[in-house]
């Protein structure tokens, strides 16, 4: 199995240019997370999604949409990129029930100019 | 607000030495607390969670209500603990979001 995959690993955009980041897992989980790393902060929860078709904000929402159309499949997307968003996203899925931990991605290195 | 606090951005011990990585939450509920390890160039992986009151890799961490605190120890560090250490705390209730801590760069020299 190969857990949590996030495409792409790296990406560079120009500022206002826009992108989806695509997280796929295949353990059947429902619960799926993205959340951005950057230095000195930790990691923080943009958005996240507790089954197909649903979506919920997480602590970082501004500037990202997010979308799971399918239950595998975890979408982030910049509808207008700003340096601000450079970031290490990571994605993450869980099975049920509540107690069950996360099971992380590789990581996404976005940068934008 | 839920909020995890690592006070110590990084840690540099000896190798055969003991190490404490230090976490302190703020939470008024019961909280699941959980330890995650990121090795160089590898995922945010778990390490541990107080639930389940295990050792993994020789570490420990236990839950202290009163000092609202959930330290992660181990008696003799290694050279291949040399990693980032996320605190993490998830409120009850069913709440999602999973709080981590800023993290803690822990390096073990030989």
């Known amino acids: 199995n190969a857990g949590v995959t996030q495409t792409p690993k790296f990406r560079v955009l120009k500022t206002g240019q826009s992108m989806t980041l695509l997280c796929a897992q295949d353990m059947n989980h429902e619960y799926m997370y993205w959340y951005r790393q950057d230095p000195g902060m930790g990691l923080r929860l943009i958005h996240y999604s507790v089954g197909e078709g649903t979506t919920a904000k997480g602590e970082v929402p501004d500037g990202y949409n997010v979308s799971r159309l399918k239950k595998q499949n975890f979408l982030l997307g910049l509808e207008s990129a700003a340096p601000s968003q450079t970031s290490v996203y990571f994605c993450?899925?869980?099975?049920?029930?509540?107690?069950?931990?996360?099971?992380f991605g590789d990581g996404t290195r976005l940068s934008i100019l | 607000a839920q909020r995890v606090t690592q006070p110590e951005k990084l840690l540099s011990v000896f190798k055969g030495a003991p190490v404490e990585l230090k976490c302190n939450y703020s939470?008024?509920?019961?909280?699941?607390l959980f330890w995650y390890v990121q090795y160089s160039r590898q995922r945010l992986q778990l390490l541990l969670r107080?639930?389940s009151r295990e050792s993994i890799k020789g570490f420990t961490a236990d839950l202290n209500k009163g000092e609202t605190s959930f330290h992660l120890k181990k008696p003799f560090a290694q050279e291949e603990d040399s990693a980032m250490y996320y605190c993490a705390l998830k409120p009850q209730g069913g709440s999602e979001k999973l709080v981590f801590g800023k993290g803690t760069k822990l390096t073990v020299n030989p």
């Open positions: 107080h639930i």
């Open positions: 993450a899925s869980r099975g049920a029930p509540g107690n069950q931990p996360q099971h």
């Open positions: 939470y008024s509920g019961s909280p699941e």
